[in-house]
């Protein structure tokens, strides 16, 4: 039998809130269809609705119009104790953990499926385990929450969604706060678990190069635009990843992989290896420096040196700030 590829999927979908008989429509004509046991990224400004859109997959929200559906069921049709166990969620509120523990916090995981005293079984804790060595949190499992840093208490609260066990796991913002190795860790650490543990994971996020490196498929919503859905790499390569910039004079560079201002050509009369010419050009334009026509700059590797040429003049500069020291007097 074939196994079906894709975990969830929306055709036409509006979303938005209900406030008695009118409603505020927040997205429409949203099509998409999540694969299964891959990590997507969901991108998109400040307020345009993905914690409106996740609300509405998880079926705390109803959508406005079309339909979602979990495997083969429309989302508002399954039990919300049935969903509970489906779809495990990684909200970004901080969480008030009182006197918790790690692994009481990761026990919490399993509520869906405990009796009513919530006393777990011998498989319940081993999944606890299994989630909490998965997320290399295990070595904390003792700590108290409140004592965690902020990365640990990302990485036990993924551990808590997979203990959850369900197969899709949704993730707003979990790397937000989060210093550049932890916001790395994080999403790799999601990748693995796609990987290892056969899940499906929706993250939202606003690291665009962290989400270009890590995820299988990038969402991207734009306001009043249908979703764009694609791997990262078609769509930096048709150039539909710029449709995440705002502003016209800002545009993806798919040599870098940066989001670099638009004017932005490397002058004629700077000469030599990229990516050093890139950077010295970055630099003048961060220090609003024009070269004057009669100014070159010949740059040359190893050792690395700036030759700054004039009529009848000529300075050797070794680095990037002797060189704005010299125009920035000199220009
Ligand atoms: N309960 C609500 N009732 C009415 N409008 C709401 C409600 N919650 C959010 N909104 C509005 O919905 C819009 C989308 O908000 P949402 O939080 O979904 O955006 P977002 O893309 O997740 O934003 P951010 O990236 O800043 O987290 C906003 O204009 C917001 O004011």
């Not at 399954?78 to 901080?94: E, G, M, Q, Y």
Request: charged fraction near 20%; charge should be neutral; include cysteine.
């Amino acid at each position: 039998m074939v196994k079906d590829k894709y975990i969830l999927t929306g055709q036409n979908v509006s979303i938005g809130y209900k406030k008695g008989k009118s409603s505020k429509k927040i997205g429409a004509s949203l099509t998409f269809k999540l694969q299964k046991e891959k990590l997507t990224c969901l991108l998109g400004p400040n307020g345009v609705g993905k914690s409106t859109f996740i609300k509405t997959i998880m079926g705390q929200l109803p959508s406005l119009e079309g339909s979602i559906n979990f495997g083969h069921l429309p989302v508002q049709e399954i039990d919300a104790k049935l969903l509970a166990k489906k779809i495990s969620v990684v909200l970004t509120d901080r969480i008030s953990p009182g006197n918790l523990s790690v692994a009481q916090l990761v026990s919490l995981g399993r509520t869906p499926f405990t009796n009513w005293i919530g006393k777990l079984t011998l498989e319940d804790k081993e999944i606890v385990n299994e989630a909490m060595k998965a997320t290399k949190t295990y070595y904390l499992k003792d700590q108290l929450v409140s004592e965690l840093s902020d990365g640990q208490l990302q990485k036990v609260m993924i551990a808590r969604a997979l203990a959850q066990d369900g197969d899709l796991i949704i993730l707003d913002e979990p790397t937000a706060h989060l210093d550049l190795v932890n916001r790395y860790e994080i999403m790799h650490l999601l990748r693995e678990v796609t990987q290892n543990k056969h899940k499906s994971i929706l993250v939202i996020t606003h690291d665009l190069d962290i989400a270009i490196e890590t995820a299988d498929e990038l969402w991207i919503m734009q306001c009043g635009d249908p979703l764009l859905c694609g791997t990262p790499e078609d769509l930096i390569l048709s150039g539909k990843i710029n449709k995440l910039l705002p502003s016209e004079e800002l545009s993806f560079d798919s040599n870098t992989g940066k989001i670099r201002p638009k004017s932005f050509p490397l002058p004629p009369s700077i000469k030599g290896p990229q990516p050093i010419t890139q950077w010295l050009n970055l630099a003048l334009q961060k220090n609003s420096i024009s070269l004057s026509e009669e100014t070159s700059i010949h740059v040359t590797e190893a050792p690395l040196t700036f030759e700054i040429s004039r009529p009848n003049f000529v300075f050797k500069a070794q680095s990037v700030q002797e060189v704005l020291q010299f125009l920035q007097k000199n220009n």
